[in-house]
């Protein structure tokens, strides 16, 4: 199973930015559609963001034009910069397979948590 290690993460100001960051080994990581997930708290995790083998992005609504991922397939690696975060972006954000079928346990995440 792919092993997800995600970092970056911080306590920030609205208005700010940040860099997340994913890393993984393996074939199938490179080979696969990625998303970047997050799980406030009393929430459901939600898919936040996505980027296919390509690089082909998509992303929800609410981070739309603020958000932008990307990959380098040499170092194994996604990165999510969110800028002009706000309060409501306040998650711990993880990193899996977009297919469901492949998804590997998921990780400890990384914190982000924005104040007003």
């Known amino acids: 199973q792919v092993q997800f290690v995600e970092s970056g993460g911080g306590l920030v100001q609205a208005g700010e930015s940040l860099r997340l960051s994913c890393a993984a080994a393996?074939?199938?990581?490179?080979?696969?559609?990625i998303g970047w997930y997050r799980q406030a708290p009393g929430k459901q995790r939600e898919l936040v963001s996505s980027?296919?083998?390509?690089?082909?992005?998509t992303y929800i609504d609410s981070v739309q034009g603020r958000f932008a991922i990307s990959r380098d397939n040499v170092q194994n690696t996604i990165y999510l910069q969110m800028n002009s975060l706000k309060p409501e972006d306040t998650a711990v954000y993880y990193c899996?397979?977009?297919?469901?079928?492949?998804?590997?346990?998921w990780g400890q995440g990384t914190q982000v948590t924005v104040s007003s």
């Open positions: 980027i296919t083998r390509y690089g082909f992005a």
């Open positions: 899996n397979f977009l297919t469901e079928w492949l998804r590997s346990n």
């Open positions: 393996g074939n199938t990581f490179r080979s696969n559609s």
